[in-house]
């Protein structure tokens, strides 16, 4: 029987909904909504408006009612450690902090001196060290002695929030809370150690739930205001990487992916974590996946860099994105170089002049024109790709034969051409909607219709359109890779 899913996709900039259906081992897809995600800045501090992301779930539930769309469930995924407080009455305390708030710089360090040690947070967790981690951002809310924190009963994630304000009822997704820095991979709970070193208690968390678990469904009232049934909400992969990554369409395990967007996120899928001493000194994350999987991954800057310079540029001039592609393909190759995930590109004023600023500090020609600065950054991160492939191929329990690139990056021909250049591998590309797709599956295993991931994969293979891009000119990378080690001291 044909069933068909709603999928609440929410990203940093942006979010939309989707509706899928799996019919004769066939998904089909459609957007129904689309619109803006941005962070508030209120009194020096970055916030999320969480209740204008759930007036756009409502919005798009309506769009449904008003198409007679029949929808079977709903599921939520979002960026990854982000979280809001809930006090005694249920009710959301506030908004959200944003992962690009300034009030968790230097916060890890501080932990780790007064608190437990880096070694110890990674033998934990063995979750990448960044200064956003939720972890750090409790610690942070502690120190600066947080009203919201003091008033808080509990703490849910943002698709857990979200799905709280539809439901009523309260969860901890499981591949959510695995962005934390507070889970403990290898129990699946959250690591009471960590929190009660600084005062914070485990009961603060709901219990853990797993990808494909029904949390409710729709508050009565919601249902109502909608014109849809009291549908199931379910527990999908709740951070965005893990639905995208269930989406890859790979044959085995022999794969690395890239899920490109305004985070580049490069792994490989395991069925354990890996912590040790080398992954610690790389700096890696064990997040975690569908079906009891790993995923093994570091973090990158992404199109965030590019993004940013667009804002600028859109005052005067505003290019299409096949636009922004052409441009880059007719300017000078290597001219500069950059690495994407230097501090100064986290969140400056003006990121065309931080770009700028770079290369003079690293005795580099800077980019001129728009067609430069394009150029530049597909560049760098294809050469940054290599940098952390080189690392995955050391620790990996496999041999990576192929990179699959999935996201909205998996579209532009250049850069998924540059990243295989660079890598030396070949690279495929798509599916492009793979959150989404990633979602929709989740939903459809909960409803029986697909029994294991690897099934998902085969569907979703036979139902995309992928390209594959061999390497080319390989002296030539091989020589820029050189360069870009030594330039930004990688």
């Not at 005795?363 to 597909?378: A, D, L, N, Y």
């Not at 697909?450 to 080319?472: C, F, H, T, W």
């Not at 990378?477 to 360069?483: C, I, P, Q």
Request: charged share 20%; hydrophobic share 40%.
């Amino acid at each position: 029987m044909k069933k068909t899913f709603l999928a609440i996709d929410l990203g940093a900039t942006s979010g939309r909904s989707i509706v899928g259906s799996v019919d004769n081992g066939i998904i089909s897809m459609q957007e129904l909504t689309r619109f803006p995600n941005t962070i508030k800045k209120i009194r020096d501090h970055y916030f999320w408006n969480i209740f204008d992301l759930f007036e756009e779930i409502k919005i798009a539930l309506a769009t449904c009612a008003k198409d007679n769309i029949n929808v079977d469930s709903i599921g939520i995924d979002t960026w990854g450690v982000d979280f809001a407080m809930v006090g005694e009455d249920g009710m959301i305390l506030g908004l959200p902090y944003a992962y690009r708030d300034p009030h968790t710089e230097g916060m890890p360090e501080d932990y780790f001196k007064n608190v437990l040690s880096r070694d110890k947070v990674y033998g934990i967790t063995g979750i990448q060290i960044m200064n956003f981690n939720s972890l750090f951002q409790i610690y942070a809310m502690k120190k600066e002695n947080s009203s919201m924190l003091k008033a808080a009963d509990k703490l849910l994630f943002i698709p857990d929030a979200l799905s709280y304000l539809l439901t009523g009822n309260a969860v901890t997704e499981y591949t959510i809370a695995s962005t934390s820095q507070i889970l403990n991979p290898f129990t699946k709970e959250m690591d009471n150690s960590l929190l009660k070193a600084i005062g914070i208690e485990r009961n603060l968390f709901h219990p853990i739930v797993f990808p494909g678990a029904e949390i409710g469904r729709l508050r009565d009232d919601i249902a109502k205001e909608t014109g849809v049934a009291n549908i199931p909400v379910v527990a999908v992969a709740g951070h965005d990487t893990a639905s995208a990554v269930a989406a890859v369409p790979a044959k085995n395990e022999r794969f690395a992916y890239l899920s490109s967007g305004t985070w580049s996120l490069m792994g490989i899928e395991t069925k354990d974590p890996i912590i040790n001493e080398q992954s610690m000194q790389l700096n890696f994350t064990n997040e975690g996946g569908v079906d009891g999987t790993t995923r093994f991954l570091k973090n990158i800057t992404g199109m965030w860099i590019l993004e940013q310079c667009r804002k600028e540029w859109d005052k005067d001039v505003t290019y299409a994105y096949p636009e922004l592609v052409a441009m880059a393909n007719s300017a000078e190759p290597f001219k500069c170089m950059i690495d994407p995930d230097h501090p100064s590109f986290a969140n400056p004023e003006s990121m065309e002049k931080a770009i700028v600023d770079y290369c003079e500090a690293t005795g580099q020609k800077k980019p001129e024109t728009h067609s430069e600065f394009v150029r530049m950054i597909f560049e760098s991160l294809a050469l940054k790709y290599r940098v952390v492939l080189e690392m995955l191929k050391s620790v990996a329990p496999f041999e990576i034969e192929v990179l699959h690139v999935i996201g909205g990056g998996s579209k532009n021909d250049l850069l998924n051409q540059f990243t295989a250049n660079a890598i030396g591998i070949p690279v495929i590309s798509g599916p492009s909607e793979a959150t989404a797709i990633g979602n929709i599956m989740i939903q459809a295993q909960a409803a029986g219709i697909v029994d294991s991931l690897q099934e998902m994969r085969n569907i979703i293979a036979g139902s995309i359109d992928s390209k594959e891009y061999q390497p080319q000119q390989p002296e030539l990378w091989d020589e820029a890779f050189m360069r870009y080690k030594n330039t930004c001291n990688l």
